[in-house]
């Protein structure tokens, strides 16, 4: 038998397709046309933890086959990338920061793109004025986070796409005993369908613990 537990751990790519959209659709239709060469080509999005931040900017970076940073002191962005996707800019240190001003006027000059997120909106952030200033610039949006009813919903819809109904029950275990961001939710759904068709089992809250169990590799 697969060790199962093992995709878990590596739920897919984040895309725009697979993004969860909730009330996000005005930043995923904006995001998307930023990438696509539309007009609004500066967007700094903000949000809580699990808001979807990362997925849009790493869905984003590989749409346009461009740079995602994953933001930190010393950050380095290209030189060379039409698109630039700075997630959790409130890391950078002070030299990243004159880095990203700088990325920031190449882009404008050169007709590229900067989509940028952070925990809190621009006018929250401790980094440089410049910085800030141009950061705020573009389009400002607000993810949410989506609601323990939208989750259900999104985690249904994927089981009846894989060809089964998902308990109410199960699905209330999901998100009581496992991460919470989609895509590792996701990950944990389809693992569960796949040792369910394998063991020719019910998909159950018990099933569902042996999946999420930290003993579950034993039964291999």
Partial sequence: MRQLALDITAPPAPSFDNFVVGRNAEALTHIRAAVAGGAERFIYVWGESGSGRTHLLKAAATHANSQYVACAEHSIFEDVAPLLAADDVGNLGGEAQVALFHRYNILRDRGGSLIASGGVPPVQLTLRADLLTR?????VIQLHALSDEEKSQALTQRARERGFDL???VCAYLLAHTPRDMGALFATL?????FSLETKRAVTVPLLRQVVS????KLN
């Fill in 167 to 169: 308990p109410a029950e």
């Fill in 135 to 139: 950061l705020s610039w573009g389009l």
């Fill in 214 to 217: 930290n003993d579950f590799k």
């Fill in 190 to 194: 389809d693992a569960l369908d796949r």
